[in-house]
């Protein structure tokens, strides 16, 4: 079954430090997703992104985050400054989406994010 | 604004024990209803879905979750679980809020005593 990959596995960061999660979302999905848990908590939903452009975020993604398409594979969130309560793990999705609301997210394996 | 309760942190069973995992969502409007499942080290990953027609769903590994609208509520069953169940368990849901957020439950941790 096609997968969506992330990289890095796992990332540590100094605190006010930019991080750049990568994502390579299924080939041929329209909406991406990411997705955030940190330890002991929900999975919350940060933001979606469809067509190059974001189609709805939470919010808890606050200026502090962007993502971005660079290419046609991947799909990248930043965080510009890290705050230690930006330690989590960051799950990417991405869905088809063709037909409107019945689509299942797919999850790439997640990055463990510790902002030291 | 949606929103998901489930209403087990932690649930502990013994194998072949009947399993129902509850959930309640909030949204007035149209939506599809997930279960999501993580086992140890792994992806979360689809069990089942709901979006229109019957409202009992049969999903992978013995799993069915029923949607009773009047409530709001789409739990989760098996008949009889395996040691091989244990995981985490998500409630989810989708609504038409135009960027397709799925909005996800506190999780349920499952362990089953072999």
């Known amino acids: 079954e096609p997968e969506v990959t992330q990289t890095p596995s796992h990332q540590v960061t100094q605190m006010g430090q930019e991080v750049i999660l990568r994502c390579v979302p299924i080939?041929?999905?329209?909406?991406f997703y990411w997705y955030r848990q940190i330890l002991g908590q929900k999975v919350e939903f940060l933001v979606s992104?469809?067509?190059?452009?974001?189609?709805?975020k939470s919010e808890i993604f606050d200026d502090q985050f962007s993502v971005e398409r660079p290419d046609g594979s991947n799909f990248t969130l930043k965080i510009r400054s890290t705050k230690l309560e930006d330690s989590a793990m960051y799950f990417c999705?991405?869905?088809?989406?063709?037909?409107?609301?019945?689509?299942?997210?797919?999850f790439g394996s997640g990055t463990q994010l510790s902002v030291l | 604004a949606q929103s998901v309760s489930q209403h087990n942190h932690h649930v502990i069973l013994s194998e072949a024990a009947s399993l129902e995992l509850g959930c309640n969502y909030s949204?007035?409007?149209?939506?599809?209803l997930f279960w999501y499942v993580q086992y140890p080290g792994q992806h979360l990953q689809l069990l089942l879905k709901y979006f229109s027609g019957d409202p009992l769903v049969k999903g992978i590994k013995g799993f069915e979750a029923e949607f009773i609208k009047s409530k709001f509520s789409f739990n989760l069953r098996k008949p009889s679980v395996q040691w091989s169940d244990t995981a985490e368990y998500f409630c989810?849901?989708?609504?038409?809020?135009?960027?397709?957020?799925?909005?996800f439950g506190a999780g349920t941790r499952l362990f089953v005593k072999a």
């Open positions: 949204y007035g409007g149209t939506v599809n």
């Open positions: 992104f469809y067509n190059n452009e974001i189609s709805e």
């Open positions: 989810a849901v989708m609504a038409n809020t135009g960027g397709f957020k799925t909005i």
């Open positions: 999705a991405s869905s088809e989406a063709s037909r409107g609301l019945n689509e299942k997210l797919f």
């Open positions: 080939s041929n999905h329209l909406y």
